[in-house]
């Protein structure tokens, strides 16, 4: 697959972990939006991410990087770095090396939010602050609904065709078994879109199974959102209730996760 139309990644709201592979003390390399990067978790189970690299001579803070505190250490000489991209200590020097001396980021740190049992980080490729927030879901902070199943594939395609995806009604019919194509209505808000699809499903029995003569019908409901790229979510209603949230989160421009 060639990115032959040269689409740049967009920026957004991206998920990186679920919260539950990521423990206090925990360090895990990522590779997201065409770059190295590295996760951690500190002592007091805050979840931060940083471009790779140590300024200091260019180590790759996720692999044998140690959190320390609230800060991760590099492996090569220990150079302290607070989630924020701040170098906190140096631990043989007397003084602090001119380079990371004025308590500025010297490491880019990617804001990160944690919501939906999920790791959020913003990615923009000019690091410009969030113009948006993640957000919150509440099926994903409920007791009255099951543990989360999950799913997940990686697939050669630019992001832009699983947003293409998300606006072909006809292919329900087709790809899904709808017994038609679905009828919608479709709204933007901000960086938000959202649409309400009405179709024909057959119908299902208290025993879980469905009707496989052709002539036992009920309607389906499908509310889907999407907020930014990076984060979609589905209500399926009617038949039964399902939600489900979509992360799709590039690793480069010709590859997603």
Request: glycine content about 8%; aromatic content about 12%.
């Amino acid at each position: 697959m060639e990115n032959t139309a040269q689409l740049p990644i967009p920026f957004g709201w991206y998920c990186v972990s679920l919260s539950r592979d990521l423990q206090p003390g925990e360090v895990k390399p990522l590779r997201y939006f065409d770059r190295e990067m590295v996760m951690f978790r500190t002592e007091a189970g805050e979840a931060k991410v940083l471009d790779a690299y140590c300024p200091h001579l260019g180590a790759h803070l996720g692999h044998g990087g140690k959190v320390t505190g609230e800060n991760i250490a590099c492996p090569f000489h220990a150079w302290e770095f607070s989630g924020e991209g701040v170098c906190k200590t140096v631990p043989y020097a007397a003084n602090m090396p001119p380079k990371v001396a004025n308590g500025k980021p010297c490491i880019y740190a990617y804001p990160t939010v944690e919501k939906n049992q999920s790791i959020w980080v913003w990615y923009h490729p000019e690091q410009i602050a969030p113009l948006f927030e993640v957000e919150q879901l509440h099926e994903l902070h409920s007791d009255d609904w099951t543990d989360i199943s999950t799913y997940e594939w990686t697939f050669r395609s630019h992001i832009q065709e699983t947003a293409e995806n998300g606006c072909d009604a006809a292919h329900f019919m087709y790809v899904h078994g709808n017994q038609d194509v679905p009828k919608g209505e479709v709204k933007h808000e901000g960086f938000q879109r959202h649409a309400h699809f009405v179709s024909k499903a057959p119908e299902i029995f208290e025993d879980g199974t469905f009707d496989t003569t052709g002539t036992l019908f009920r309607d389906s409901f499908l509310d889907t959102s999407s907020n930014g790229p990076g984060q979609t979510w589905q209500r399926f209603s009617g038949v039964f209730e399902t939600f489900m949230m979509g992360t799709v989160t590039p690793i480069d421009e010709k590859t997603v996760h």
